[in-house]
Each structure stands twice: as C-alpha cells, then as structure tokens.
C-alpha cells in the first residue's frame, strides 16, 4: 500500500473549466464537465490501485450528486475538509475511510487552506496543502516559499503525487533552508 495526496479535484464544477491562469490560458484545459471527469478518473487509476490510501486536501466535489463520482476513483479515501466541501458529514461517509479537519504525519501538516507561517513553531517541516489552484505561497521577496507544497490538481498534471515524493521535497528543502 502506498499513500498519495491531491486536492481541489472540484467534481461537478462546471464553470471551473472556465477560470483562466494569470497568463490567460485555461486553468483546467478540458472541453466540458464530463471530460474532465474522465480525465481526473482515467489519470487517478492509472496511479492508484485499490489497496493505495488517498488524501484528499479538500474541495472534492461542488455538486452533490458529482460524489458518486468517486466510486470510479481506485484507493481509500481520506478527505481533509476544504472551503467548498459544504455538506452533511452523512453524503461524505459512503466515499471515504476518514474525514478531518486537518492532518499530521512525518512532521508535516496537511490542510486544505495553506496554515500561516508563523504556525510552524518548529512543530512541522512543511505544509502540503491545496486551494490555491494555480498559485504558490511566496515570501516577501517574491520568491516560491519552500515550506509549502500545492497538492492542487492543476499543479500535477491532474493526478495525484506520491506521499513519498513529498517527503523527499522536504527533505531536500531542509537541507538548503533553515525553517
């Protein structure tokens, strides 16, 4: 079993294949709803078998009707709550393993809203989160905080990335940064 992290996967979201990236291309280059369904189904079961564990950092569906979706997704599911997972606990539970707020594992915290920094405390290497779609947390120069990692779809090809290549961007990041 191998574990893998993704987020905003934003099912049944129809106006999202027409939100534009700064540069003016398209955030989700698909044609409509029902292939970009496909391609999100078709790339996570191409990564994940059945017995692999998936968290999802939240948004996992805007409409309601689109969580049957997840039947098709490979794995167990964990989801970590997002700003648009707004319904009862109860349309949750058929689709996932666990649902959290927030989550802790090998010195990092997973959330689905990037945590300030000043709640790091030493307590966690990294934030792997998503909401940000397209974008990155920066410092004050301007420059990618390496403290974050964006687990948004859109980063990754539309498929989710290994907990252990997460691991290891961390790993390289506190070698050449002081958190």
Not at 66 to 81: A, D
Request: include cysteine.
């Amino acid at each position: 079993m191998s574990a893998f992290v993704t987020a905003d996967l934003h099912l049944g979201h129809s106006k999202s294949i027409t939100f534009l990236k700064p540069d003016g291309s398209l955030l989700r280059p698909f044609l409509n709803l029902g292939d970009m369904h496909h391609v999100l189904v078709t790339r996570w079961n191409k990564t994940i078998s059945p017995k692999d564990r998936v968290y999802i950092l939240g948004d996992v569906a805007i409409a309601r009707n689109s969580l049957c979706l997840l039947n098709e997704f490979n794995g167990n599911k964990v989801l970590i709550k997002g700003n648009h997972d707004i319904f009862k606990l109860k349309d949750y539970l058929p689709y996932f393993d666990d649902i959290r707020g927030a989550f802790v594992r090998d010195r990092l915290i997973f959330t689905h809203i990037p945590i300030h920094s000043d709640s790091f405390e030493r307590r966690y290497i990294g934030n792997v989160h998503g909401h940000l779609h397209c974008h990155s947390v920066r410092l004050d120069n301007g420059e990618k905080d390496k403290r974050y990692f964006n687990s948004c779809v859109e980063q990754h090809d539309f498929t989710p990335v290994a907990l252990d290549d997460i691991k290891a961007y961390f790993a390289g990041n506190e070698r050449t940064t002081h958190i």
